[in-house]
């Protein structure tokens, strides 16, 4: 089951947990990572590997729950301007210039997981976000030993059996297709979404089919000045 991530190319597809991290350019990372892998399922209820680490997401989406449009676009989370038939208001604002926690959250984990397209818009960037994180990336055509910053993993399986033998505690998953196929094998312990003030009818959604529920436990929300709502949860197991 844990393959499957892998079998097909890279395609760039909605959006990540860098929606939120960095500035216009790093929130356009989330552009190019999210969408539905062709995954299978076991029956019956999700249950997490017996693995060293847990996963945690930080995603940003619009309030009807889409990270991007279909064609990518995130004007409506920058602040690109009139799109869609409508103005979208401006870029989201913590009101002290901050980063809506995302560093706060950073400094928590021990390393980073995502896919080959979050990887190559990330990685042209002059300031790499991740310094001191070891990042490992999942891709069937990314070479090995292309950027020294990350190892690359063919698949799923691979990946985990990595972070898991590195002794891992808490594991950065990032990229939607990453965080479906981390939700999907019930390796993902909590989630921070924030809601941008903006519907958009329909987009790029990181959270898809799945082989049964998956039970959340609140932990707390908190509001921004620019209209954001953050809501963290616990996957109860």
Request: charged residues 20%; proline residues 5%; negative net charge.
């Amino acid at each position: 089951m844990l393959d499957t991530l892998a079998t097909g190319p890279d395609t760039p597809v909605g959006a990540g947990g860098t929606a939120l991290s960095g500035g216009a350019r790093h929130r356009r990372a989330a552009a190019r990572a999210a969408g539905r892998p062709r995954l299978s399922y076991p029956s019956g209820t999700l249950r997490g590997m017996d693995v060293s680490f847990t996963g945690s997401v930080f995603l940003g989406m619009s309030v009807d729950g889409f990270i991007a449009r279909l064609d990518g676009d995130l004007s409506w989370l920058t602040g690109g301007g009139e799109t869609g038939g409508g103005e979208t208001g401006g870029a989201p604002d913590d009101g002290d210039g901050g980063d809506f926690g995302f560093a706060e959250f950073l400094s928590g984990i021990d390393a980073l997981v995502m896919g080959r397209a979050t990887y190559e818009f990330i990685a042209p960037f002059a300031d790499w976000p991740y310094r001191g994180k070891p990042v490992h990336v999942l891709s069937t055509s990314l070479p090995a030993g292309a950027d020294p910053r990350i190892t690359v993993h063919r698949s799923l399986d691979e990946a985990v059996t990595a972070l898991d033998a590195a002794g891992y505690r808490r594991v950065y998953v990032d990229g939607g297709r990453t965080v479906h196929a981390f939700l999907a094998a019930g390796l993902v312990a909590d989630l921070t979404l924030s809601r941008i003030p903006v519907l958009i009818g329909t987009g790029l959604t990181p959270f898809g089919e799945l082989a049964a529920d998956v039970p959340l436990e609140h932990v707390g929300t908190r509001s921004f000045a620019g209209g954001m709502v953050q809501s963290t949860y616990r996957v109860r197991r």
